[in-house]
């Protein structure tokens, strides 16, 4: 991310509006790739091919994970016990290939985020120095970036910029 070109205020709107442009899609990836993810777990949970420590181990979190995927899927009635049995004439073949299955829909959604957050890191750069500039206020660059402006204050601060007086910037409260 070049922030050297940023001079006027048009194009620091411009880098900003390309760095929104490209965390959208990331974001897409990200949301479709944990909705497959939960889709996986519910049908193979249902299918009673693995046990749910073998499905925390495939998709690499606690079996709680599983089981909060599990309860909010909308099967479940709150407060009863919702156990599925593992068959165990299940064919071994098929419970290798839904462990492979949720070890490959948990390494797409591990793979979506990092791009995401890689995005997201990049615009972050971008905002605290467009912030730190004073070529655009938080209300403008939260416009530009499609976020709230207390967040575009939090991610400056979390960069170590201070707050930024503009000068020669009247107000309602300006003499």
Do not use: C
């Not at 209300?139 to 201070?162: E, F, W």
């Amino acid at each position: 991310m070049n922030t050297t070109g940023l001079t006027d205020a048009g194009a620091a709107t411009a880098a900003l509006n390309a760095a929104r442009d490209n965390l959208a899609p990331a974001n897409d990836d990200a949301t479709k790739a944990t909705a497959y993810l939960r889709d996986a777990i519910v049908d193979i949970r249902t299918r009673g091919l693995l046990t749910v420590d073998e499905m925390a181990e495939a998709v690499r979190h606690d079996r709680n994970y599983i089981d909060s995927v599990w309860s909010s899927h909308g099967g479940t009635v709150k407060g009863k016990q919702t156990r599925v049995a593992v068959a165990e004439d299940a064919d071994p073949e098929k419970a290798r290939y839904a462990y492979e299955t949720l070890f490959d829909a948990a390494s797409r959604q591990d793979r979506a985020n990092d791009r995401r957050n890689g995005f997201r890191q990049d615009r972050d750069k971008l905002v605290a120095a467009v912030y730190a500039s004073k070529l655009l206020g938080p209300t403008a660059i939260a416009a530009a970036v499609g976020v709230d402006r207390n967040h575009v204050l939090r991610i400056a601060r979390k960069a170590g910029v201070g707050p930024q007086h503009r000068r020669r910037i009247r107000n309602q409260y300006s003499k």
